[in-house]
């Protein structure tokens, strides 16, 4: 237990004189799960919309596809991207292959059916009187579509933060597509489970006070703004 208890100190004394290797695995773990996010936010959000509110032929399968996506493994989602973006791959050429966009586009697949799947399952749960409602007060498509995903946020807010959460944790991609390259691709995960496997505790305990920090954070952050709407 001492050893526990003096591991915490040291990560807290490393933290406060600002070890730069810590910090750097920190930063490129912010910015790739910003990319990440944006962009699995941008694309799943519509694409829920329309999975939710909309008939069309072969909805029920796609929904079936989106949903078992959901679970896809990381290592797979990694092997998948890795294969993609090797010298031998169909997008080989554009040298993103052991890069933090490499891993965003990884961890964008990892995020994107997390989003879709569970914007449409909200969509789909609203009370179907509100389109018409919203029709009769004379609301065209594009009020209708905005007062909709209005009334969806808690349910987009929350699918938003079950994907930012497997982002924010996930291991294979970065390991995979990242290449766990000191002071480039390192993340707080892959850091963790490197200098975990060295015996560096410390440095370990210290990426996860800051995972915890940042995740508090964003849970604070979204809640302030979900009490004051």
Known sequence: MDYILNGLFQAIQLLIHGDAETYSAAAATLKVSTYSMITSLLIGIPTGFLLGHHNFPGKKPVRTIVDTLMSLPTVLIGLLVYALLTHRGPLGHLGLLFTLEGVAIGQTLLALPVVTALTAATIESMDEKLRITLISLGADRKQVVLSTLWEARYGILAASMNAYGRVMTEV??????????????????????????????????????????????????????????
């Open 172 to 229: 294979g991609i970065a390991m995979m597509v990242g290449g766990n390259i000191k002071w480039h691709t390192r993340t707080i995960t892959t850091a963790i489970a490197l200098e975990t496997s060295k015996g560096q505790f410390v440095m370990g305990i210290a990426l996860g006070l800051i995972l915890m920090a940042i995740a508090a954070i964003v849970n604070i952050s979204l809640s302030f703004l979900r009490n004051r709407s």
